[in-house]
């Protein structure tokens, strides 16, 4: 059964850092592309990043872009997003998804994680 | 990039049939794949057709997706609807440059 559980949300202060994870099982971790989608509170779903699974692709939305860094470790079977100079505008709950072919097919997703930005 | 756009709500009688459009606004729909997700209040989106009408495993048959060339879109159908399908659901594609896109959500009440 495929598996994705984040973690690492919580209450940061604007222009703080935060780094999220997300622990994958029930599948081969490393021959699959990933992808962080974000919620803000009542509104739709968010493209964040994605990364290919051998990590040679890394793309990332516009408001994120030179902020928010993703990354993997395919040994730990766990993918990450680090977010610094965090903004009110970020707080969301973030996901983690899976992506069956590596061209933006998303087929699972995680729980989430909440991150909110606030003094 | 382009946009994906979707009605903001549609409602049906328990039952019946709908169906949810998703509209691109340029380049051809039939370019990258369509995914659909379903949100029930409170709990995280589920996948329930990919790469424009395959339907992830254990999704009922209930639910199908196609494209349209001559409208640029997609549709997800759900017949038979029940209760239990009302949600908010999200269209999603991939742009050329390596970009995902959603749609802004449609709320499905089944009333």
């Known amino acids: 059964e495929v598996q994705l559980v984040e973690s690492g949300g919580g209450l940061v202060k604007p222009g703080g850092s935060l780094r999220l994870s997300c622990a994958a099982s029930?599948?081969?971790?490393?021959?699959?592309?990933m992808d962080w989608v974000r919620q803000a509170p009542g509104k739709g779903l968010e493209w964040v990043s994605s990364i290919s699974s051998g990590s040679s692709y890394i793309n990332y939305a516009d408001p994120v872009r030179g902020r928010f860094t993703i990354s993997r470790d395919n040994a730990k079977n766990s993918l990450y997003l680090q977010m610094k100079s965090l903004r009110a505008e970020d707080t969301a709950v973030y996901f983690c998804?899976?992506?069956?072919?590596?061209?933006?097919?998303?087929?699972?997703w995680g729980q989430g994680t909440l991150v909110t930005v606030s003094s | 990039n382009f946009m994906l756009t979707q009605p903001h709500s549609v409602s049906e009688s328990p039952g019946e049939t709908i169906t949810i459009s998703c509209t691109r606004s340029s380049g051809s729909i039939a370019s990258n794949y369509v995914q659909w997700f379903q949100q029930r209040p409170g709990s995280a989106p589920t996948t329930v057709i990919y790469e424009d009408n395959q339907r992830l495993s254990g999704v009922p048959h209930r639910f199908s997706g196609s494209i349209d060339s001559s409208s640029n879109s997609a549709s997800l159908t759900i017949s038979g609807l029940k209760t239990e399908d009302e949600a908010d659901y999200y269209c999603?594609?991939?742009?050329?440059?390596?970009?995902?896109?959603f749609g802004g959500g449609t709320k499905l009440t089944v009333l």
């Open positions: 998804a899976r992506e069956y072919s590596g061209y933006g097919d998303i087929d699972y």
């Open positions: 999603q594609s991939y742009d050329s440059g390596n970009l995902r896109v």
């Open positions: 029930g599948f081969t971790f490393g021959s699959y592309s």
